[in-house]
């Protein structure tokens, strides 16, 4: 009877081993993608994708609950970076994220500003140029319109403006039917 009891307690013991050692490789792998997806958001904490920050959101993508594409300072760039990161599964949330384009900038007004360096701090995407004391100015083809760099800025010289359709920002859309190669290769 004890040898029996002694054999029973013992097989729970290596079925409770076996269930944890099963399912650790599979949490490594979790928190391995979270974190290269928090890598790719740009740690702003603005909570503009409606979660407590980068990190929780990056955890939301993984488990599903949340879309790749809500989160405004990282813009179109973060988007694809992010479609490329999960793969095949996201193809067309990419196809989405490669017909939209950024719709504004904004400008640096250079005879008011005073260099205090503050813009720089908030850009979440280092679209600012410029040094201490000295005039700013935005790379346009870097900002994604974010409007982040505004609030910071104590004399108000940054602006938004609005971008039209013009042929230099035309894009194709991406055809509907994406081939096998597309799937395996999403850069092509
Ligand atoms: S909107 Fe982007 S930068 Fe802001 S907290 Fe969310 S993931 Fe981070
Ligand atoms: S320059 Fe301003 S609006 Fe443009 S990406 Fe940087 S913070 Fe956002
Ligand atoms: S925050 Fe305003 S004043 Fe300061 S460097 Fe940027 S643009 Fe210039």
Redesign the pocket.
Known sequence: MIEAIAALVGLLVIGAWLLLHHREPERDSRSRIVRRIDEILPQTQCQQCGYGGCLPYAQAILSGNAPIDQCPPGGPVVKRSLAELLGQSNIARLRLSDSEAVDQIVV?DES?????????QACPVDA?V?ATKQ??TVIADHCTGCEL?IP????D??DIVRLEPGLERWRWSMPTHLGSERRNHPRI
């Open positions: 640096i008011t500003c005073i260099g205090c360096t503050k813009c720089i600012i410029g005039m700013h760099c910071p800025c104590p004399v010289c940054i």
